[in-house]
């Protein structure tokens, strides 16, 4: 079989693109390396974002575009996505008033009509918007955004193209590929196990969406050269007990300039990043280091009322973001716009390259991606992602993206009355109305087969064997840390029991 289109890397990028030229009519097949998400998209700071810090540099289309797929996102996952305002507290030593409120008033409308609230100053103690800060911080701002589950988001757009006819194939390398006369000849390199096997397949056309590796593909697997090429800066995150007990998020200021967030994160932690530090090598595995956690602890406790401490930390993350690399020496300045570059022999079988991006804009990238290669693919149909949900996010007639999933939660309940209710809404927030499919048929707790953890964070067999029948979940790393992230919630012995239970299923 030819394809009309293959894409190579299954994260944000290359999955949203999947879906939609699935949607657009074409033959679609999707390989990753690894397991959807694996990378950067899944070890982002979660937001859904404009990016306040850009305006400083003067990247006003970026953040007008993200500001309208903030709106546009909303609304097509309203069970990954939810609004969040940010309180930004201010101090003499830090950006004049009048700058930040300038700031946050073309922030409020740049990106046009929105249904978040507007920005506004603050005078402490106001509500709630001072909890865990310092007395001394006596003034600052809260404007809103939008907090993601960064993972889920990327496996969505997979099974989106999957119901529309991609094939996504995860656990496969791209180990070669050559211009035939009229077709793509790529040779796939599939991981069994203890074996692996060597297949190939052709397309039309290729997206190099690999992230972290687009460049090496290109020299490696295509070897094609090009001038244009990524930064690879990793940005670190803490984990560390929720700092106060409201919806709200921060984001601090820095001595150095730069911007931390601390967010609510999985009920009872607060989340705390990012840094940005230059990496050379794609292939070697992201960590946090010493210095990078105190930056981080010395970021906040410049703010707050009870400094927290390296044994506050419960679980820390790292992952490599590729930047396109525009020539800026610091690596906080390097922009976060995507670039496009097509190579194709005689306006035939063009191979596109995704270089940089963010997580709020992959929508908008994949439109002008498949844009960019209409001339090739004329059979493709009009661009349709800007209103159609994502998978279990049709949530109609359960009101607004404000209440619309609480809503739904509440109409699961009576129908499963012996399973605890915030195990329904945690299924709901993790899956939409695909809940319903992992109900269905569960009465009681003893009907949800084996349970790991409990309360909100609570995992059973059924979802377990949801995850790896209808989301390519392969090991227990799969469905602890990325599909959920349940594995935060669990001690060692805990995470032990999972772990092995999850390999079991997946023997079967």
């Given amino acids: 079989m ?43 700071t979660k937001l859904i974002h404009g990016g306040l810090r850009y305006l400083e540099q003067y990247e006003f289309r970026l953040v007008r ?22 309180v930004l507290p201010h101090d003499r030593e830090m950006r004049p008033a009048w700058m930040i409120r300038a700031g946050l008033f073309l922030y409020d409308y740049i990106g046009g009509k929105q249904s978040m609230l507007r920005s506004r100053g603050l005078r402490f103690p106001d509500h709630n918007f001072n ?35 991609a094939e996504v194939r995860t656990r496969t390398a791209l180990i070669g590929a050559q211009r035939e006369a009229n077709r793509w000849c790529l040779s796939l390199s599939q991981d069994g196990g203890a074996s692996s096997t060597t297949t190939t397949v052709y397309a039309n056309a290729v997206v190099n969406a690999a992230g ?16 244009a090429t990524v930064r690879l800066v990793k940005g670190s995150h803490i984990i560390v007990p929720r700092v106060h007990e409201f919806d709200h998020a921060y984001l601090l200021q820095t001595a150095d300039g730069r911007v931390v967030f601390v967010i609510p994160y999985e009920g009872r932690y607060s989340l705390i990043g990012t840094t940005d530090v230059l990496v050379s090598d794609a292939n070697e595995t992201p960590s946090i280091s010493e210095e990078e956690t105190a930056y981080l602890l010395g970021a906040v406790n410049r703010f707050l009322a009870q400094p927290l401490f390296a044994r506050d930390v419960v679980w820390s993350y790292a992952g490599v973001r590729p930047l396109y690399d525009d020539g800026e020496a610091n690596a906080s300045k390097i922009t976060r716009d995507y670039v496009l570059k097509l190579d194709h022999v005689e306006g035939k079988l063009p191979l596109l390259s995704v270089f940089g991006g963010k997580l ?18 004329p059979a493709m149909r009009g661009a349709w992602t800007g209103s159609v949900a994502l998978p279990g996010g049709d949530l109609e007639g359960y009101a607004d993206f404000d209440t619309g999933v609480d809503n739904y ?79 935060l919630h669990m001690d060692d012995d805990e995470r032990a029991r999972a772990a092995a239970f999850i390999e079991g299923k997946l023997k079967q």
């Fill in 2 to 44: 030819t394809y009309d289109l293959a894409i190579i890397g299954g994260g944000i990028n290359g999955c949203g693109i999947a879906r939609d030229a699935a949607g657009r009519g074409l033959s679609v097949l999707l390989v990753e390396q690894y397991d959807l998400a694996s990378a950067t998209s899944n070890w982002s």
């Fill in 65 to 86: 575009e993200s500001l309208q797929e903030r709106e546009v996102l909303l609304k097509l996952a309203p069970h990954l996505i939810r609004p969040m305002q940010f």
């Fill in 131 to 165: 909890a865990a800060l310092s007395p001394k911080i006596t003034r600052g701002f809260v404007y809103s955004d939008a907090q993601v589950d960064d993972a889920r988001l990327t496996v969505l757009n997979a099974v989106s193209a999957r119901e529309l006819g």
């Fill in 212 to 227: 972290p590796w687009v460049k090496q593909v290109l020299d490696g697997a295509f070897k094609i050269e090009t001038a």
């Fill in 360 to 377: 709020t804009t992959y929508r908008r990238l994949a439109e002008r991606a498949l844009e960019t290669m209409a001339p090739h693919l």
């Fill in 409 to 487: 939660a509440r109409s699961l309940i009576p129908k499963h009355s012996g399973v605890p209710p915030d195990y329904i809404r945690r299924l709901v927030y993790r899956h939409g109305d695909r809940a319903a499919s992992i109900l269905r048929g569960v009465r009681n707790v003893a009907d949800m087969g084996e349970i790991f953890g409990s309360g909100l964070n609570l995992l059973c067999e059924r979802e377990i064997e949801f995850l790896i029948r209808d989301e390519w979940a392969a090991s227990a790393e799969d469905i602890l840390w990325r599909r959920t992230k349940c594995g």
